[in-house]
């Protein structure tokens, strides 16, 4: 990752938090409160986003911090790749989202295609399970693990859902605007080498 400054700006608050987590003498949880406070200007600093924000979405946790999880659906239809269309910025991304707690990622995935694009699936194949820092997405507040699961289609019917507005079945040289922060062209195209070669084994980094 080039952003050098996120990644001091990522460890400073895990580290914090892992120590607001089990320390439980009070000068050592003011020191840690104090190294939350400074991870949380660093990126104040280089984004503008308000302070506020920063704290909900990146300094606002407790307990030892993991990686966060994002799992995404492969569905394929006539060699061609199920994708919707993002509200939040008008562009295109596999269905998918976090990972909710009490749900395996399998559960997940369905939950999220049936939500994001209509359709009823079951959970396949594992592809991936790629770390986000190591492909090129743009920066992240958190740092995220990122699940591909191939499913089949069961039934059901295109649907948008109340993050997305369109949906829609897409060839390998003809991908639609992507939305960079969800996955990559790099990452769409490892999917269709599952497609051309079903015995690939899954990918990790």
Known sequence: MSDKWLEWAQ?????????????????????????RAISAEIMQEHTGLEMTKIKDLFANESGYQTPKVDVRGVVFKDDKILMVKEKIDDKWSLPGGFCDIGLSPGENIVKEIREESGYDVTPVKLLALLDLNKHPHPPQSHHYYKIF??????????????ETNGIG??????????????????????????????????VYD
């Open 149 to 162: 699961i191939q499913c089949s289609m069961t039934g059901g019917e295109a649907r948008s859902g109340v």
């Open 11 to 35: 460890r400073i608050q895990a580290l914090s938090q892992s120590g607001l987590a089990f320390s439980k003498n009070v000068y050592d949880r003011e020191r840690y409160e104090e190294l």
């Open 169 to 202: 079945f897409f060839e390998e040289n003809d991908l639609p605007e992507l939305s960079v922060g969800r996955n990559t062209e790099s990452q769409i195209k490892m999917m269709f080498e599952f497609l051309r070669d079903g015995g690939k084994e899954a």
